[in-house]
């Protein structure tokens, strides 16, 4: 009886931990891996092709989420204020085309063009990045301190600011908050928030 309910709770972890992440991700003060991930335009991207960026914003992205859509506009303000200063958003797309049709590559192409995207978009087909950085929603931000070029620092995990639906009724911007510290040789006044977003679409194997 003991060695079947053994067998029992063994099934039972499986089921409730498929498809979802094996690793915990980063915390803030880890040193975050580079990546070489397919642009929507179909060309590999990583952080070291930026020779001269002091830190980069890096953010789990999606086409169908209604939190992803709410944010696009303020994302593609992000890039805007911050790329020319050294801190570039670099956007990825986790989720699995199989489960969320709508995310599928094709569709990322639609989007990055529609939105005249002027950052990468990049698709994580393996989703090896979104594990390993520990991203669970989208969006889901990093910005990330270039120590050096072998030292990428995590200073900030979470949300992008402090209402996802009004960006007209935002009072505390996250992201922007940690830039400028980094920009002004601060510390970073706020650096985990929870990321409010939508659940990445795990591949089921």
């Not at 914003?57 to 593609?76: E, G, L, W």
């Not at 990045?129 to 995990?157: C, F, Q």
């Amino acid at each position: 009886m003991n060695a079947l309910k053994s067998l029992f709770a063994i099934a039972l972890i499986a089921v409730m931990t498929a498809g979802a992440p094996v690793k915990p991700g980063y915390e803030v003060g880890d040193s975050a891996m580079d990546f070489k991930l397919k642009n929507y335009d179909g060309k590999m991207v990583s952080m070291a092709d930026y020779k001269e960026a002091k830190g980069y914003i890096v953010i789990f992205n999606c086409n169908t989420c209604p939190y992803s859509k709410a944010y696009d506009s303020r994302i593609i303000a992000l890039n805007k204020k911050y790329a020319s200063k050294g801190f570039p958003v670099i956007t990825i797309n986790p989720n699995d085309p199989g489960l969320s049709p709508g995310d599928s590559f094709d569709e990322m192409k639609s989007q990055a063009k529609r939105n005249k995207y002027d950052f990468p978009y990049l698709v994580d087909e393996t989703q090896d990045v979104a594990r390993t950085y520990g991203a669970t929603n989208t969006p889901h931000v990093y910005v990330l301190d270039k120590v050096s070029e072998s030292n990428l620092k995590v200073v900030y995990i979470g949300a992008i600011d402090d209402n996802s639906r009004n960006a007209d009724a935002v009072t505390k911007r996250y992201v922007e908050d940690a830039v400028d510290a980094l920009m002004q040789s601060k510390s970073v006044p706020t650096t985990k928030t929870k990321a409010i977003g939508c659940t990445i679409k795990w591949k089921n194997s």
